[in-house]
């Protein structure tokens, strides 16, 4: 058996978010379907990380083990009988021992927000009805590089070990006068901790948050002292990294190989 990489996109409108539901439909369903059809035999993928309902992907990766296989062959034939919103990019042959979830070295997520009426944005977007002030929003996430306990902005009650992230990067780039999108990297993310951090750095921006009040957040280390969670459909996880080491047949693709919004 070899152990092989699936790099894929999907629209996670349709879906209850990445991981396998008792009563609800996931992308992990569907590719292990898509992959117990073609492979004929059972086929558990073990992913990156899990995205909840309504999360979108421009770069998610998944593995699994297989009798020797045809990457080419297998990706399009994944993408013939695929849903039209799940998209396989690559399958990728890895060393032994390679893992989707423990290997990966960083993660990027990307959260859009417009503050005018457009139709186009108003499923990928959230809209704002106020104007923050993203230069006070920036330097508060710039505050967040220097915090490793990020317990005030995980969901409750979850299975993760610990609550310690190491961020690389969190800033605010503006895409258009109205249109602005929140760009956050780090080694690892907690349940709902992007969306969180989001909704409380809209505090700041809209005069309910100062910085001092920010670092008193982070350290009260309580989920109820942070601001609300965002909603769903505006976050995209756009990449996720390794070392290419791993890889069998050349280096680790990058988020930029693959198309998909930004």
């Not at 991981?19 to 086929?43: D, G, I, K, M």
Request: charged residues 25%; contains cysteine.
């Amino acid at each position: 058996m070899k152990r092989y990489f699936l790099f894929f996109s999907y629209d996670g409108t349709a879906y209850h978010g990445w991981q396998l539901q008792p009563n609800a439909v996931s992308v992990q369903q569907r590719l292990n379907e898509a992959l117990r059809t073609l492979l004929r035999r059972p086929v558990d993928t073990v992913g990156a990380g899990r995205t909840d309902t309504g999360v979108h992907a421009r770069m998610m990766a998944a593995h699994f083990d297989a009798e020797p296989l045809n990457p080419a062959w297998l990706t399009d034939k994944l993408n013939r009988i695929l849903p039209p919103d799940i998209a396989v990019h690559a399958v990728r042959e890895m060393r032994d021992g390679a893992h989707a979830r423990f290997d990966a070295t960083a993660r990027t997520y990307h959260y859009h927000v417009h503050t005018g009426k457009c139709p186009f944005r108003r499923h990928y977007a959230a809209r704002l009805f106020f104007h923050p002030d993203y230069d006070l929003m920036n330097r508060a996430a710039h505050e967040l590089l220097a915090v490793r306990d990020f317990t005030s902005f995980s969901k409750l009650h979850t299975d993760a070990r610990t609550n310690l992230c190491r961020l690389e990067r969190a800033e605010w780039v503006c895409l258009a006068p109205d249109y602005w999108r929140f760009e956050i990297t780090a080694d690892r993310f907690l349940r709902n901790m992007v969306r969180a951090v989001v909704g409380t750095l809209l505090d700041v921006g809209r005069g309910r948050l100062d910085l001092d009040g920010l670092r008193r957040v982070v350290d009260r280390r309580d989920r109820c002292a942070a601001g609300d969670s965002v909603p769903a459909n505006a976050l995209f996880l756009v990449d996720v990294r390794y070392p290419d080491a791993l890889f069998a047949d050349g280096p680790a693709p990058r988020a930029d190989d693959f198309s998909g919004p930004a």
